[in-house]
Structures are given as C-alpha cells and as structure tokens.
C-alpha cells in the first residue's frame, strides 16, 4: 500500500505548482481536460445536497470558454435527473490550474485544479477557502489504493477528508 501511495504522488509531482495548500498544478492542457468526469467525493453543499451518480461535462464554446454540464440523481440512481449548465474560463494562463466557473450570470466561483493524474485520469479539486472539495475521475470508481493516495494529497492541500461524501456512481459507465 505505502507504494501505491508513494506512486500516486510521484507521479502528480510533475505537475504540480508547490507554493502552500492552495497551490494548483503547473500545467493543464485543457484539450485533455475535457469530456465527462465522474464525482467520486465531495464536501456538502447545497446545490448538490441529495444527488448520486454525479457527472461533470466539459467542452469548448464557439467563444473560447468552456461549456460545464453538471448532471445527477436525485436520492437514488433511478432518480429524477438534475442537471445545471454553466461555463467556466482560464483568467491567467500563467496560472492555468485556477480557473473560474459560472452557473449565474456573470458570479463566478474558485474552481482550483489542485492534482491531476499525469494521464488525466482523476483529478482533485478544490476552492481556496477550503469549503468546497471534489475527487473526479474518468471512470465510475477508482481503485482503492488511487484513492487512499488522492485523499493525503487533499490532506496535504490542509482540507479535512472526514468531511467528504462519498458518491454513489453506477457499477459502469452509463452514458448515451
């Protein structure tokens, strides 16, 4: 265990910016970045209070940002389907983990790339407030050691992972 660990840090070592607990990665190729990711954990809140099978969408609009199709169930599975679109741009490319995202108007919130796997296979998200938290990933769960490695790094970015909820998510990918 304490290798998988060890190489679960290894291997975001690379891309990752150290400058504190609110440090974002170094680089992010936003091409990589988009398509549909997975919710494996986050910290309550409101507009996701009751969801499961949570799934996040991004791609490119004509206008350079980026279009955000948040989806979900609500209380089970079988659920009635929620979904939210919003938007979301890079202010600073010098900084390109910190981006900002948009589901009202002209508000926008911190969406912090705080890790990310070195093939873009999960990602750890985060806000510098510390009160927003989620583990994405490209696929429905993640491999217990992967994920024992993504909640140190949490840790070591100062959030508490007692708080996390852990997703209910389909045994497969579901998508139409």
Known sequence: MRKSVFLVLLTVESLAVREGENATVGRLDLNR????????????HSFERGLVGVS????????????????GYKD??????????????????????????????????????????????????????????WILSRTPHLPQEVLNGILELARKHGYNTEKLIFVEQPETDQSV
């Not at 108007?105 to 998200?125: K, M, S, T």
Request: proline share 5%; glycine share 10%.
């Open 76 to 133: 089970s599975l079988g659920g009635e389907r929620k979904r939210a679109e919003g938007k979301a741009k890079q202010p600073d490319p010098a900084d390109p983990g910190k981006l900002k995202v948009s589901f009202f108007l002209f508000f926008y919130g911190d969406y912090y790339v705080l890790e990310l796997d070195q093939e873009y296979r999960w990602a750890l998200i985060g806000s510098p407030t510390k009160k927003y938290l």
């Open 56 to 71: 996040a969408e991004y791609s490119f609009r004509k206008d350079g940002k980026i279009r955000v199709i948040n989806s």
């Open 33 to 44: 970045y988009m398509g549909k990711w997975y919710e494996i954990a986050r910290f309550d």
